[in-house]
């Protein structure tokens, strides 16, 4: 295949942000930052923010990266640069969808919706990944983020739906190689993963992947603290070599055995989730409230909303302050001119506000939906893709005061994110709503 990479990053403290980037099938890397070579060495400070990284078809071997970030030979140098606020949608190409090859560089409020692959901290050291979503909606391979090197902190993230086993599981804390060359595998040490949220993910911890007769060094002072599991897909801990100086605090697990009996720091209850459109949140009665281990570096939780003294277990903290980050959506990044013609001038919020549910949410053939008016008011129902297209109109007219339900028959629609648009009294509110 023609080797070639879309965008190329040189020099520092650039910025490629609102670009809409999708379609590449041939071997390269679509976006790659550049370091420097000795003597000026410094760190880059380049900033990749609010994209829409669009499909990539599965290349079949390495170099179809998304994002990388360095060179193995460059490995040891610090990049500080910060990825946040994209959208990677289908990005198929290979199993790194971002390649972390640098020190020091910062992984936020990203959405990776239905992707195969992972946020892979390939080499490198001290990167910072938190407040991002792994929507897998249930596809092969899709994973969340895969932990080589030292002193790395990955909390306040959210996994929902992922497939991906061993190097492509929710997260993957691989062995290294003794006295490795830079371009295989360093041991992981003193590894902080804290305050992550996990839901129906196939594999959720896997420690010591890719144990071997050359890769032998297990990880070394790994802390996982407050973390919530709930999945029917166990063990929840997969060891597939002993981890060094490993400690938990603070976790809950529900749905499948631990995988590696009663220890201390981990507490087998349900945490009583609730689902809020995307994502599931734990209730106020739940037994993560309140109940979580301080951490000195999390402040704050997935929402950007400030943890309290007694903070809760997993991404989310409930709290009645501003949710600042959401999972994004195509209509969230990108250029402004591909903007969806469901955004509009007219108020984000109006006055009356139906109180919207979906269920099942996601679905796969039928999901009911339930709206309910304060006022007599004329209404209309409709469901949206992402390109803005109305692809089913399900009420329109006048309705009394109360709840109103219908069914909506999405059998024949491609698996993927839509939205129930309701209109009342022609102001419009937007709801997620999954195929599966």
């Keep these: ?24 099938s041939h071997d390269g890397a679509t976006v790659v930052v550049w370091l420097r070579d000795p003597p000026n060495d410094s760190p880059v400070w380049h900033r990749i923010d609010n994209n829409y990284f669009g499909h990539r078809p599965e290349l079949g071997k390495n170099g179809g990266e998304t994002i990388r970030i360095g060179t193995s030979s460059r490995s040891m140098q610090d990049a500080y640069v910060t990825v946040e606020h994209n959208l990677f949608e289908e990005c198929d190409g290979e199993i790194e969808i971002i390649s972390n090859k640098s020190g020091n560089n910062i992984f936020r409020h990203n959405t990776f919706l239905r992707s195969s692959g992972t946020l892979t901290l390939r080499h490198g050291n001290e990167a910072s990944v938190y407040g991002n979503y792994f929507l897998g909606g249930g596809k092969s391979g899709s994973g969340g983020v895969r932990i080589i090197g030292e002193r790395h902190k990955v909390y306040n993230n959210y996994f929902q739906d992922l497939r991906g086993t061993g190097y492509r599981s929710a997260l993957a804390v691989v062995n290294g190689i003794p006295n490795s060359p830079l371009n295989r595998y360093f041991q992981v040490k003193d590894a902080v993963v804290a305050f992550n ?18 890769q032998s060094l297990a990880p070394d002072g790994l802390q996982i603290a407050n973390n919530l599991v709930e999945t029917r897909n166990g063990p929840i801990i997969e060891y597939e070599d002993t981890p060094l100086n490993i400690a938990y605090a603070s976790n809950v697990f529900f749905g499948a055995e631990s995988g590696i009996g009663q220890v201390d720091g981990i507490l087998i209850a349900d945490p009583a989730l609730v689902f809020d459109q995307v994502v599931w949140r734990p209730s106020s009665t739940s ?32 709290s009645l302050l501003p949710v600042l980050y959401r999972p994004l959506t195509s209509q969230d990044v990108g250029p402004s001119y591909l903007s969806l013609v469901l955004d509009s001038d007219q108020p984000a919020v109006p006055v009356s506000t139906p109180v919207v549910q979906a269920y099942p949410n996601p679905f796969r053939s039928a999901v009911t939906i339930d709206f309910e008016l304060n006022t007599p008011s004329f209404v209309q129902l409709s469901i949206y893709d992402l390109l803005g297209r109305e692809v089913a109109l399900l009420a329109s007219g ?11 028959d999405g059998s024949g629609l491609a698996p993927g994110i839509y939205f129930i648009v309701v209109e009342v009294d022609g102001l419009r509110t937007k709801h997620t709503l999954i195929r599966h």
């Design 1 to 24: 295949l023609t080797e070639y990479k879309w965008v190329s990053i040189y020099g520092a403290h650039n910025r490629v942000d609102h670009c809409h980037v999708a379609g590449k």
């Design 197 to 214: 949220t996990f839901v129906d993910v196939e594999e959720t911890f896997v420690i010591g992947a890719g144990k071997s007769s050359t």
């Design 287 to 318: 037994v993560a409230v309140g109940a979580a281990t301080a951490v000195d570096f999390v402040t704050h939780d997935i929402d950007g909303q400030e943890r309290d003294g007694l903070p809760d277990i997993g991404a989310d903290e409930i």
């Design 398 to 408: 006048a309705r009394n005061t109360g709840n109103h339900l219908t069914t909506f």
